[in-house]
Structures are given as structure tokens and as C-alpha cells.
């Protein structure tokens, strides 16, 4: 018989051997109610520093385990085969445990980290909440936790994913997690990519812009000074692009000089838009030729094309990526 301290260190070994390695997250999930199915697995933090991409997840019997390489921990989005989403914080090194029933995924619990069962807790308080209601307990939420990588997924969740940006409580929200967490990589990439959308949200001031035109013109905020205008945005591979020149078609021609268009294109080149710009007499065509990398796609907060932006003649945004039925009866709303 080997002595039972010759047997401690295979006992470790084999322990050790069950576990995810220090830059690995493995999720070991049940859910009752489903045979088999695939859901997929993202986060907004592309790089291959968290595994990059997005990820299909085979469920068998109920039953799936998936690993997914990490360098720190970051938020991934479970997404089911009817498109509701769950999301959770991946840590590396953790093993993390999914549990619930395919018919009230709204009530899936996550477990294995206590961040994640401080995030399970709160979702789980919420599920009888009105939206107005969750959305003003998620902002508690946050500021109670900011330090945690909880209170980013509840701003991800109640704050990131708003159809229309509201510039308060998440602005202040997102200043609030810089500063608790001033080294979260996925933080300063959401930063940068929705301050622009809550600075130039409905209620706000147009942010201060100045471009050239195709023509070489200067365009800025004082082109439109005491006119409401439409900042317009468009792209070669959009198809809605005969509606939306057809709309600054009839808004010029219903408006006249008491309210102004401009139209900003998406492209990497300028030859299409100037040929569209001279067919259908377009004014004040803008094009930086950077795609949304372009300075003015960024001032703006542009998410999508086609998209708007409306402006009172107090430079105030009152209306933002409403449809293109609606654009005369909000000009008429501000023009004089």
C-alpha cells in the first residue's frame, strides 16, 4: 500500500486536470425543455485577446460545455435559437455553470463566480419590473456596484442596446465605470464608440461639426443657423437610397430655404454619391471617404444607414433614425 502522501500530489494532478486553464473560461450549462439546438456565443470585444468572433454552441440532451480562450474577463452574449439573449462575465481560469428551462430563459441562473451570481440575483429581482421600472433599478444597480464587471453587463443589457440612446443616466453611468474601471479594455471600446451616440441623442444640442463638400464647400452648423434641418445618411450599398433621395427631393421642394438637408455618404470613395448628387440635385453632399470610420460618422454617433438626424432651428436634436414617411411631419413641426 503507497503511503497516502505519495497519493496528494496525484490527487491535485487529477483535480487540476478538470479545470479550465488560467486564460480559459469553460461554461458547463443545462437547460431543461430542449433536445438539441445551437446557440451562439459573442462578445462585442472582438479581439483574439478574448477569442475573437463569435462562437456556435451545441446543445445535446440538454446539456453543453464550452471553452473560449480569455486574457481578462469580459462580457459574452449567449444568444438562443429564439433570440433571446443572456449575458454573463467570462472570467479566465473559472468554470462557470448555466442552469434553467428553454420555456422562461428570462430566468436562467449563472453561478461559479460570485460576479456572476450577483448578476444572476439582480436579473432574477427584475423579471416582474416594468421596463421603466428595471431601467431605473439597473442604473441603481450600477452605481452601487461600480466596480464590479456585474455592473458593466447591466449597463450593457439596460444602457448599450437602447433602439433610441438617451443621453442621462447612461452617460453619467459610463463616466461613473471609467473611472471605477480605469483599465477595463472592453469599457474604454464602449466609450468610444457610445459617447458619440448619447452626445448627439434626442434633447441634446447638435454636436459642433465642420466638413468640405464633394464641391469644396465649408459645412457647418451655421449652414442651418435659425432653420431646422435633416442630416441625412447614406451609403453606395444601401437600398434604400432612391427613398431617401426622394425624400430630400420633397423637403426641399416643400420647405424651401425655411429648412436645410445635408447628406453625409458612408463610402470609401466619393464617384458614386457625386454622380447620384448631380442626377438628383442633391444639396450639401458630404463624403469623407473613411466609411464609419469618418470623423463626422464618428461625431455623430452614426450606428446604421440609412439613418437621420433632425434639428430645430435652435440647433436642439429633436428626432433621430426616424422612417422616411415621417421626415415631413417632424420639419413641419420646427419650420416657420
Known amino acids: 500500500m503507497k503511503p497516502l502522501f505519495l497519493l496528494f500530489p496525484l490527487i491535485a494532478l487529477l483535480l487540476s486536470s478538470c479545470r479550465p486553464d488560467r486564460q480559459t473560461v469553460r461554461i458547463e450549462g443545462k437547460i431543461d425543455g430542449v433536445n438539441q439546438a445551437v446557440i451562439m456565443a459573442y462578445t462585442d470585444d472582438a479581439s483574439p485577446r478574448n477569442g475573437g468572433g463569435i462562437d456556435s454552441i451545441t446543445i445535446e440532451r440538454g446539456k453543453f460545455s464550452y471553452e473560449r480562450h480569455l486574457e481578462e474577463p469580459t462580457l459574452l452574449t449567449l444568444v438562443y435559437p429564439n433570440f433571446s439573449t443572456t449575458t454573463l462575465v467570462a472570467e479566465p481560469g473559472a468554470t462557470i455553470h448555466l442552469s434553467g428551462d428553454a420555456n422562461r430563459l428570462k430566468e436562467i441562473e449563472i453561478d461559479g463566480t460570485p460576479t456572476n451570481e450577483l448578476l444572476t440575483e439582480f436579473r432574477l429581482r427584475l423579471i416582474q419590473k416594468s421596463p421603466n421600472d428595471a431601467e431605473m433599478e439597473a442604473a441603481t444597480f450600477v452605481r452601487t456596484h461600480p466596480a464590479s464587471p456585474a455592473a458593466v453587463a447591466v449597463f450593457h443589457d439596460y444602457f448599450d442596446g437602447q433602439k433610441t440612446p438617451k443621453q442621462q443616466p447612461a452617460l453619467a453611468l459610463l463616466d461613473l465605470l471609467r473611472r471605477s474601471?480605469?483599465?477595463?479594455?472592453?469599457?474604454?471600446?464602449?466609450?468610444?464608440?457610445?459617447?458619440?451616440?448619447?452626445?448627439?441623442?434626442?434633447?441634446?444640442?447638435?454636436?459642433?461639426?465642420?466638413?468640405?463638400?464633394?464641391?469644396?464647400?465649408?459645412?457647418?452648423?451655421?449652414?442651418?443657423?435659425?432653420?431646422?434641418?435633416?442630416?441625412?445618411?447614406?451609403?453606395?450599398?444601401?437600398?434604400?437610397?432612391?427613398?431617401?433621395?426622394?425624400q430630400l427631393r420633397k423637403i426641399r421642394s416643400t420647405f424651401g430655404k425655411k429648412a436645410e438637408t445635408i447628406l453625409v455618404s458612408i463610402d470609401h470613395k466619393p464617384d458614386h454619391i457625386k454622380e447620384a448628387a448631380e442626377r438628383d440635385t442633391l444639396r450639401n453632399v458630404i463624403c469623407q471617404g473613411k466609411g464609419f470610420d469618418s470623423p463626422l460618422v464618428r461625431t455623430f454617433g452614426v450606428r446604421f444607414v440609412p439613418g437621420c438626424i433632425f434639428v430645430d432651428a435652435k440647433g436642439k436634436i429633436v428626432a433621430r433614425d426616424i422612417p422616411f414617411d415621417q421626415w415631413i411631419d417632424e420639419l413641419k413641426k420646427h419650420a416657420k
Request: glycine share 6%; net charge positive; aromatic share 10%.
Open 181 to 246: 474601471q480605469p483599465q477595463n479594455h472592453y469599457l474604454k471600446q464602449l466609450d468610444r464608440r457610445l459617447r458619440p451616440q448619447l452626445k448627439a441623442s434626442v434633447g441634446s444640442p447638435l454636436p459642433r461639426f465642420s466638413a468640405k463638400n464633394i464641391d469644396g464647400k465649408r459645412i457647418d452648423n451655421a449652414t442651418f443657423k435659425g432653420r431646422p434641418a435633416v442630416i441625412a445618411f447614406s451609403a453606395s450599398w444601401d437600398g434604400n437610397n432612391y427613398v431617401l433621395f426622394q
